[in-house]
């Protein structure tokens, strides 16, 4: 080889390696993949590499590799993410609105005051994921995973959230007034405070009572087991057929009544509730606390109240027809025929 020809081979091999340092991307896609409105980077490898960019809308990064990427503040607006990985990437005030994140890897990403409204995030993975403040309204999660992620005040009004996998996630405050989650996960969910007014949470299926009251296999339904709604509105909230087991609702307010038709609400706290015509209709209510709470022309009809501690519970209108009592505890109870007792209200 002569010394020209060695000298333009390593001038060649330099300077794709200098290619590759800047852009971060393979020497063969340095020319193919440039950042900008509409970028077509499809499959691109951007690991780490990304620092800021203002303007990415409409880009094409469906399956690109992004893990680590700083993109804050970015306008992503319409962009095409579907199936790309963007672990651990730093997303916080970015805007999505309408951008394509099915599938996509967000696990352990920073989205903080993120614009995700009517994003679609169908079966994408952000779990252990920060989306503080997030807005998500009219967002789409079907079978999303946010486990373990922190959600504290994101706006999730009318998103469709069917089967989304929410265990352990915070959710402090979070507004998901009108959305749609029939038979999502969110057990060990903390909902404290959470504004759930005209929620379609329902269950597809009834859920059975524990054992040692039944052995029946539990089929798909709504799961708030051990969930903490503290505090949280239920205004209008369809929770048909939902597993509530163990879940905290102290002080729950539902200023237009909710449904917990056929629920399974074994030893749920419902202390201090304001449940005024809500409907428990053959719910399993079994050892259930009521204390001080207000469920007056609430229907009762087959529900199970065994074991149900009820003190100083407003009950006046409501219907008892074929409710359980069994070992029940009643003491200064408001009953449905407007009666002080401490004894068991009238059942028809």
């Not at 809500?278 to 204390?291: I, P």
């Amino acid at each position: 080889m002569s010394t020209a020809t060695a000298r333009t081979a390593v001038m060649a091999v330099v300077t794709a390696l200098v290619a590759t340092l800047l852009l971060g991307l393979p020497s063969a896609r340095a020319d193919s993949c440039v950042l900008r409105p509409g970028a077509s980077c499809a499959g691109a490898e951007l690991d780490w590499s990304v620092d800021y960019h203002r303007n990415l809308t409409g880009a094409n990064l469906r399956e690109a590799s992004l893990r680590g990427a700083d993109l804050t503040g970015a306008n992503l607006t319409g962009a095409d993410l579907r199936g790309a990985d963007l672990r651990d990437a730093h997303l916080a005030s970015v805007t999505l609105h309408r951008a394509r994140l099915s599938g996509a890897r967000l696990a352990g990403a920073n989205l903080t005051r993120a614009d995700l409204s009517r994003a679609n995030l169908r079966r994408a993975v952000v779990a252990n994921a920060r989306l503080t403040d997030v807005d998500l309204d009219k967002a789409d999660l079907r079978r999303a995973k946010i486990a373990h992620s922190d959600l504290t005040g994101a706006t999730l009004t009318n998103a469709t959230m069917d089967r989304v996998n929410a265990q352990n996630a915070r959710l402090y405050g979070v507004d998901m007034s009108g959305a749609r989650a029939r038979n999502a996960n969110l057990e060990n969910a903390n909902l404290w405070g959470a504004t759930l007014d005209n929620a379609d949470l329902r269950g597809k299926n009834q859920p059975p009572p524990p054992w040692p009251f039944s052995t029946a296999t539990p089929k798909l339904t709504t799961n708030l087991e051990n969930a903490n709604l503290w505090g949280a509105s239920l205004s209008g909230t369809d929770l048909r057929r939902a597993n509530l087991e163990n879940a905290n609702l102290y002080g729950v307010l539902a200023e237009s009544p909710a449904d917990f038709s056929r629920s399974l609400m074994y030893s749920v706290n419902l202390s201090s509730t304001l449940l005024n015509g809500s409907a428990f209709t053959g719910a399993f209510m079994h050892a259930v606390t009521l204390e001080l709470a207000a469920v007056s022309g609430a229907d009762f009809t087959g529900a199970d109240l065994g074991s149900a501690v009820l003190i100083g519970t407003f009950m006046s209108g409501a219907n008892l027809s074929g409710a359980i009592v069994t070992n029940a505890v009643w003491l200064h109870v408001h009953c449905p025929d407007g009666q002080l007792q401490s004894t068991p209200c009238v059942v028809s």
